[in-house]
């Protein structure tokens, strides 16, 4: 009789959205905060292993690293019906960065031997999204991540995948770890008794000191900064100042000098993304702009690394944004992405080449590949970031601060790694995009494929049905559809987002509405972005404003004043005499659209 199947899956509990606070003297969130709840992706992976234990039979394990207090997530998992509950408790796991926490998790795995490890796609406490992907690569597991909608069929499991220009459907051979992008909260059905969570401590889980909790961490907090309070959100209902906004979101960037390092000593490396339905995502050219940031003071070259197979225009697209060489990695064709492929190619190169740090996008395919190569290597990778600082520049090793906005709206929480190379995944939105040289071909080197991958996950299907979604990266002005504006008011709204600058996002309650794709959400449990100008339009939550945060100005309109934001929009385009395209789109825009 073969042993019944198990599927493990990851809960932490995180500080109630807008409530955590950090202590300053450790820099770590307080945890012992009874203002603490489980993080809301992982009850949509517990909902997920309850309905694959409906179709199997398996055994729902839940599982938590934390302090005492956590063993609350695990009881609030069990009253949701999960069969069996384990606390990693023990001082020696405190101060865990991501691939600290993987290790601890993947250590039980070990022990465990799970069929499937369920995971919520990000927190809303560190929300780098790479715990998942870290422990597939030290358990050595195929993964999937931003996955929904489970099902196992002739030992084999199939699930869509979201990505940031549609949907994939992928089967995978188990054991494997998948990431949950999104879902449902299953509902208490039990009571819960706190004898039946099993604990276990660093011991139980062998490895030495160094694999856990600060000490086994490659990256650390530096320090924690309040930044002045930005400007708050301003709701208007009409009248609002159009013109003032589009002179924030549209004001020419600075110049910017050429940075030229005459005789640089370190490589920062920008991982580029190729589009499966063609060009680069623009936060390839935000990467670049953000190594840019800083190659001057670390006399640092600028290389962009390229994924792809056949590399066209890039290379001259990449040496005009500011890069000074480029590295193909061959192997891993763009339409045919594979985290495996990516993953081996860019691990070689690494090794080979030894930057001093890599910027990849926080894209869904960065999200992906990133942790894992960070794991595979051992490397310090801060989530999420959205500037860079150089602390002691003028000695030979020079501090990177990857700095990343911590819990609230003027909270900083620079980030320094151990390790060399130091990685970081880029917030999209949070660096202005633009040329600083005329376009002619750099340097190509291109280093051979890396290996034939896995062949453990495989793509049954991909479907591209917002190829444009990505342009948000590039966006200066971004409008925002709150839940219950209707169909009007998006086509308006799409119809004023073709203009290049500015892009169309929706709220999750839009989302959830069925008012809009998944692709353009942006919420807690979505994505952050850092425009110049966010224009919400309608009921905007607390959520929502959050994840906006980091744009300059945030104006959200009242729901019955939508058309009026346009008109005044338009008007101020007019005014300000803006030419070319957008002009012309907002004028469209402004005549009522035939519902
Ligand atoms: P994510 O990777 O976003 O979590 C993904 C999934 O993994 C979760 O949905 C859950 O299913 C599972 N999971 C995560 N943690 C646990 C756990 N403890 N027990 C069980 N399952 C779990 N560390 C870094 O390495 N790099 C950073 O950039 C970074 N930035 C941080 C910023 C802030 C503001 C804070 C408070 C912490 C940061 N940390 C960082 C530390 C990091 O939050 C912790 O290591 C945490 O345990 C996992 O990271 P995460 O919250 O980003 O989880």
Same mark, same amino acid.
Not at 46 to 61: H, N, S
């Given at each position: 009789?073969?042993?019944?199947?198990?599927?493990?899956?990851?809960?932490?509990?995180?500080?109630?959205?807008?409530?955590?606070?950090?202590?300053?003297?450790?820099?770590?969130? /307080?945890?012992?905060?009874?203002?603490?709840?489980?993080?809301?992706?992982?009850?949509?992976? +517990?909902?997920? !292993?309850? &309905?694959? /234990?409906?179709?199997?039979?398996?055994?729902?394990?839940?599982?938590?690293?934390?302090?005492?207090?956590?063993?609350?997530?695990?009881?609030?998992?069990?009253?949701?019906?999960?069969?069996?509950?384990?606390?990693? @408790?023990?001082?020696?796991?405190?101060?865990?960065?991501?691939?600290?926490? *993987?290790?601890?998790?993947?250590?039980? @795995?070990?022990?465990?031997?799970?069929?499937?490890?369920?995971?919520?796609?990000?927190?809303?406490?560190? !929300?780098?999204?790479?715990?998942?992907?870290?422990?597939?690569?030290?358990?050595?597991?195929?993964? #999937?991540?931003?996955?929904?909608?489970?099902?196992?069929?002739?030992?084999?499991?199939?699930?869509?995948?979201?990505?940031?220009?549609?949907?994939?459907?992928?089967?995978?051979?188990?054991?494997?770890?998948?990431?949950?992008?999104?879902?449902?909260?299953?509902?208490?059905?039990?009571?819960?008794?706190?004898?039946?969570?099993?604990?276990?401590?660093?011991?139980?889980?062998?490895?030495?000191?160094?694999?856990?909790?600060?000490?086994?961490?490659?990256?650390?907090?530096?320090?924690?900064?309040?930044?002045?309070?930005?400007?708050?959100?301003?709701?208007?209902?009409?009248?609002?100042?159009?013109?003032? +906004?589009?002179?924030? &979101?549209?004001?020419? *960037?600075?110049?910017?000098?050429?940075?030229?390092?005459?005789?640089?000593?370190?490589?920062?490396?920008?991982?580029?993304?190729?589009?499966?339905?063609?060009?680069?995502?623009?936060?390839?050219?935000?990467?670049?702009?953000?190594?840019?940031?800083?190659?001057?003071?670390?006399?640092?070259?600028?290389?962009?690394?390229?994924?792809?197979?056949?590399?066209?225009?890039?290379?001259?697209?990449?040496?005009?944004?500011?890069?000074? $060489?480029?590295?193909?990695?061959?192997?891993?064709?763009?339409?045919?992405?594979?985290?495996?492929?990516?993953?081996?190619?860019?691990?070689?190169?690494?090794?080979?080449?030894?930057?001093?740090?890599?910027?990849?996008?926080?894209?869904?395919?960065?999200?992906?590949?990133?942790?894992?190569?960070?794991?595979?290597?051992?490397?310090?990778?801060?989530?999420?970031?959205? &500037?860079?600082?150089?602390?002691?520049?003028?000695?030979?090793?020079?501090?990177? #601060?990857?700095?990343?906005?911590?819990?609230?709206?003027?909270?900083?929480?620079?980030?320094?790694?151990?390790?060399?190379?130091?990685?970081?995944? #880029?917030?999209?939105?949070?660096?202005?995009?633009?040329?600083? $040289?005329?376009?002619?071909?750099?340097?190509?080197?291109?280093?051979?494929?890396?290996?034939?991958?896995?062949?453990?996950?495989?793509?049954?299907?991909?479907?591209?049905?917002?190829?444009?979604?990505?342009?948000?990266?590039?966006?200066?002005?971004?409008?925002?559809?709150?839940?219950?504006?209707?169909?009007?008011?998006?086509?308006?709204?799409?119809?004023?987002?073709?203009?290049?600058?500015?892009?169309?996002?929706?709220?999750?309650?839009?989302?959830?509405?069925?008012?809009?794709?998944?692709?353009?959400?942006?919420?807690?449990?979505?994505?952050?972005?850092?425009? *110049?100008?966010?224009?919400?339009?309608?009921?905007?939550?607390?959520?929502?404003?959050?994840?906006?945060?980091? &744009?300059?100005?945030?104006?959200?309109?009242?729901?019955?004043?939508?058309?009026?934001?346009?008109?005044?929009?338009?008007?101020?385009?007019?005014?300000?005499?803006?030419?070319?395209?957008?002009?012309?789109?907002?004028?469209?825009?402004?005549?009522?659209?035939?519902?």
């Amino acid at each position: 009789m073969s042993t019944p199947g198990r599927i493990l899956v990851c809960l932490k509990q995180v500080p109630v959205p807008g409530r955590g606070v950090f202590d300053e003297r450790t820099k770590r969130i /307080r945890r012992d905060d009874d203002q603490a709840v489980t993080n809301p992706l992982d009850l949509h992976a +517990l909902a997920q !292993g309850m &309905a694959l /234990r409906a179709q199997t039979g398996w055994e729902v394990v839940a599982v938590t690293m934390g302090p005492p207090a956590a063993a609350e997530t695990l009881l609030d998992a069990l009253r949701r019906g999960a069969d069996r509950a384990v606390h990693l @408790v023990d001082r020696r796991f405190a101060g865990a960065d991501t691939l600290a926490t *993987a290790r601890a998790l993947a250590r039980l @795995v070990e022990r465990e031997r799970p069929d499937l490890v369920l995971t919520g796609r990000a927190t809303l406490d560190g !929300g780098t999204a790479q715990v998942g992907p870290q422990i597939a690569e030290l358990a050595a597991l195929p993964q #999937l991540t931003q996955a929904t909608n489970l099902r196992i069929g002739d030992g084999v499991l199939a699930a869509d995948v979201e990505t940031d220009v549609g949907r994939e459907v992928w089967t995978v051979a188990m054991p494997a770890v998948i990431s949950i992008g999104r879902g449902t909260e299953p509902p208490w059905v039990t009571e819960a008794d706190p004898s039946a969570v099993e604990t276990l401590t660093a011991e139980d889980l062998g490895g030495g000191p160094r694999d856990f909790g600060t000490r086994g961490s490659p990256t650390f907090v530096a320090e924690i900064r309040h930044e002045a309070r930005k400007r708050s959100t301003e709701y208007v209902s009409v009248g609002f100042d159009a013109a003032e +906004l589009l002179e924030v &979101a549209f004001a020419p *960037a600075a110049p910017e000098a050429e940075v030229v390092v005459p005789a640089p000593s370190r490589q920062i490396w920008a991982v580029a993304e190729p589009l499966p339905a063609g060009g680069l995502h623009p936060a390839s050219l935000e990467a670049l702009a953000c190594a840019r940031s800083v190659a001057g003071e670390l006399r640092a070259s600028v290389v962009a690394v390229l994924p792809c197979d056949r590399p066209q225009e890039f290379p001259r697209v990449l040496y005009a944004h500011g890069a000074d $060489r480029v590295l193909v990695l061959r192997g891993t064709e763009p339409a045919e992405y594979r985290t495996d492929l990516v993953t081996d190619a860019l691990s070689t190169a690494i090794a080979a080449h030894s930057p001093f740090a890599v910027i990849a996008p926080f894209t869904a395919r960065g999200r992906d590949y990133a942790p894992r190569v960070a794991a595979r290597l051992g490397l310090g990778l801060t989530g999420d970031f959205t &500037a860079l600082e150089v602390r002691d520049a003028d000695t030979d090793e020079p501090d990177l #601060l990857w700095l990343k906005p911590a819990l609230s709206a003027d909270v900083v929480a620079p980030v320094i790694a151990h390790s060399t190379p130091s990685m970081g995944t #880029l917030r999209p939105g949070s660096f202005a995009v633009r040329a600083v $040289r005329d376009q002619r071909e750099p340097d190509v080197e291109f280093a051979g494929r890396s290996g034939a991958g896995d062949d453990l996950c495989n793509a049954v299907e991909r479907r591209v049905e917002i190829p444009d979604a990505p342009r948000l990266a590039a966006a200066r002005l971004v409008i925002g559809l709150g839940p219950g504006l209707g169909t009007g008011a998006r086509r308006v709204a799409e119809r004023v987002a073709t203009t290049p600058g500015i892009a169309l996002v929706a709220t999750s309650a839009a989302v959830a509405a069925g008012e809009a794709p998944p692709q353009l959400e942006i919420g807690p449990l979505a994505r952050s972005i850092a425009p *110049a100008v966010y224009l919400g339009l309608g009921r905007h939550d607390l959520g929502t404003l959050q994840a906006v945060k980091a &744009a300059r100005r945030v104006v959200v309109v009242d729901p019955g004043a939508w058309l009026d934001a346009f008109t005044g929009l338009v008007d101020a385009v007019v005014t300000a005499n803006v030419e070319g395209v957008l002009l012309d789109l907002l004028l469209a825009a402004s005549r009522p659209v035939a519902s």
